[in-house]
T-cell receptor, first 112, second 111 residues
Framework: GDSVTQMEGPVTLSEEACLTI???????????LFWYVQYPGEGLQLLLK?????DKGSNKGFEATYRKETTSFHLEKGSVQVSDSAVYFC???????????FGTGTRLKVLA | EAGVVQSPRYKIIEKKQPVAFWCNPI?????LYWYLQNLGQGPELLIR????????DSQLPKDRFSAERLKGVDSTLKIQPAELGDSAVYLC?????????FGQGTRLTVV
């Protein structure tokens, strides 16, 4: 079945450092791809999405590009802030069933 | 616009007791999901509704879990009886034409 694999955390960075969180997927169809963020005690918030190959999703300085050839959707940010500390989930959604499948999450901690 | 509303936010019950969670999706969203999130893990689908029809409940433990979505709007998820291993966060989400939006979840602790 479909699945999402993302790098294990925690990832600890200093403020203004560059961030990359790797995400790869396996899908029988042509899914949409998402990054969700979860702050402590909160639900999941959509960070960005991409619906077709080579699309770049971006929001709040975060970016991710839908790479069909490598089945990847890596999350990047050029300069992280303390407020970016959270758990980040990569997810795919099957276009036919709209079932969302999530990775295990990567905890990011940014130090001042 | 109000988001997905879940209640209660927190629930502590003794094992073997029943418990129910409630979800009010975003107005106009036909698709409603219930997800289970264990500590340190990603959410896992329990059940998905299209309007009032449960179209994917293959991962719902039907011996103790049940769900309903009357009139295709609000939904309830019930566990009876609860077990220690059911301690987790239960997330509700809804989707219209685009992406899914999640509620804040109900954190269940079974003691």
């Amino acid at each position: 079945g479909d699945s999402v694999t993302q790098m294990e955390g925690p990832v600890t960075l200093s403020e203004e450092a560059c961030l990359t969180i790797n995400c790869t997927y396996t899908a029988t169809g042509y899914p949409s791809l998402f990054w969700y963020v979860q702050y402590p005690g909160e639900g999941l918030q959509l960070l960005l999405k991409a619906t077709k190959a080579d699309d770049k999703g971006s929001n709040k300085g975060f970016e991710a590009t839908y790479r069909k050839e490598t089945t990847s959707f890596h999350l990047e940010k050029g300069s992280v802030q303390v407020s970016d500390s959270a758990v980040y989930f990569c997810a795919l959604s099957d276009r036919g069933t709209y079932k969302y499948i999530f990775g295990t999450g990567t905890r990011l901690k940014v130090l001042a | 616009e109000a988001g997905v509303v879940q209640s209660p936010r927190y629930k502590i019950i003794e094992k073997k007791q029943p418990v129910a969670f409630w979800c009010n999706p975003i107005s106009g969203h036909n698709t409603l999901y219930w997800y289970l999130q264990n500590l340190g893990q990603g959410p896992e689908l329990l059940i998905r509704y299209e309007n009032e029809e449960a179209v994917d409940d293959s991962q719902l433990p039907k011996d103790r879990f049940s769900a309903e979505r009357l009139k295709g709007v609000d939904s309830t998820l019930k566990i009876q009886p609860a077990e220690l291993g059911d301690s987790a966060v239960y997330l509700c989400a809804s989707r219209g034409d685009g992406e899914a939006f999640f509620g804040q979840g109900t954190r269940l602790t079974v003691v």
